[in-house]
């Protein structure tokens, strides 16, 4: 209880502090490392890499979305599974990878709640049509300024939302993630209020990009990156996407999420991908394309999903609702 209460302003700098301000020297020269490697070798590795790595995890028949596509080459399966942030494991970016594997993943169950027709307890194939799969390569870009291409499988988040039919009324939804402090070491460090909770407006989470995740590269999401589904809206910043989601509500305000609850100051609600408004203590110009560490490519509006989504926030002020 006394841990659990802390709060924020009571925690050591490093532990509400993301990356780049607050990152382990060990952690720099892996990255580093794993740049050159990647560069030397190029796409051959990361092609072995996705396909070495299937084994333990079940594998998921979809059928590949072009007109979700990237130009730049996907990072490798090895990397997008082994650097992480899942703050429930650890801080640290490979915390998840090491510690996730206690997550209990099946059964699993979603309570859906709020202003919805159909509320109840879910299973994830009730919510998840697994005949209608999707692969969609997408841009993820972090808060803390890195940023990956990632081959998603999944379905419309629409299409989970149409199944549990949204009352007129409802205008956000909000995704909670499991919180089991015996499988998930991470939630006993208060660095955030939890359980994670993240949210979108109701139109965000209807529009078409916005996907539900079940998979990457051909098989079943492992744990780490938020088994059994997490939410992915690719023009907001990563930490939108709840991972290992247990409840899904519906309301006419908007939600109460962990960062901007944490620092709000720091992280809105909205968190559009804006390369013209910087964090209170890092610019948002420009990005790490890992695995290299130092490849600073500059930032896009919307993370280049403006044409898709710009219309969404007509009239707005996006300086004022970051
Ligand atoms: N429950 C939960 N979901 C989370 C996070 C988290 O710490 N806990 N981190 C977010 C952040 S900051 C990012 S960048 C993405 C990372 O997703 P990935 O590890 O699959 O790349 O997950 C998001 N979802
Ligand atoms: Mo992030």
């Known amino acids: ?31 580093a490392t794993a ?6 070798a190029g796409t051959a590795i990361a092609c072995g890499d996705a396909d070495s790595a299937v084994g333990a995890q079940g594998r998921l028949t979809a059928t590949r979305n072009a ?12 990397h997008i599974t082994s650097y992480n942030n899942f703050y429930e494991f650890g801080l640290d970016k490979d915390d998840p990878a090491r510690y996730a594997g206690r997550l209990k993943v099946e059964p699993w169950s979603v309570k859906v709640d709020g202003l919805v027709g159909r509320p109840g307890t879910y299973g994830v194939d009730e919510l998840v049509d697994f005949n209608a799969l ?11 300024a890195w940023s990956m291409v990632i081959p998603w499988i999944g379905v419309p988040l629409a299409s989970v939302l149409q199944k549990v039919e949204p009352l007129p009324a409802a205008r956000f ?29 109701l139109d965000e989470a209807m529009h078409p990009l916005s ?11 492992p744990n780490q990156n938020g088994a059994p589904l997490r939410v992915h809206s690719p023009w907001k910043y990563g930490f939108k996407g709840a991972k290992s989601i247990v409840r899904i509500r519906l309301t006419d305000r908007q939600p109460r999420t962990s960062w901007p609850t ?17 964090h209170p203590r890092w610019s948002q110009a420009r990005e790490r394309r890992l695995p290299d560490f130092f490849a600073r490519t500059p930032t896009l509006m919307f993370n280049g999903y403006g044409d898709e989504v710009a219309s969404l926030y007509a009239g707005m002020d996006l300086r004022r609702n970051f």
Not at 11 to 19: D, Q, W
Not at 35 to 40: K, Y
Not at 211 to 221: D, N
Request: glycine share 6%; aromatic share 12%.
């Open 262 to 278: 944490m620092a709000p100051h720091e992280y809105g609600f909205y968190a559009n991908v804006n390369p013209e408004v910087p």
């Open 1 to 31: 209880m006394l841990i659990r209460s802390r709060k924020s302003w009571e925690l050591p700098y490093s532990a509400v502090t993301p990356e780049p301000i607050y990152r382990s020297r060990r952690e720099f020269m892996r990255t």
């Open 173 to 201: 939804v909000e995704f909670t993630t499991v919180e089991r402090p015996s499988e998930m070491p991470g939630l006993r460090v208060p660095v955030l209020e939890w359980p994670y909770r993240e949210g979108l407006r």
């Open 35 to 40: 740049g050159l490697l990647g560069a030397a």
């Open 211 to 221: 996907f539900m995740v079940v998979g990457l590269y051909g098989q079943v999401l």
């Open 67 to 78: 007109k979700y596509s990237v130009a730049d080459p996907p990072n490798s399966f090895e």
């Open 134 to 144: 999707e692969e969609r390569i997408y841009r993820l870009r972090c808060v803390e």
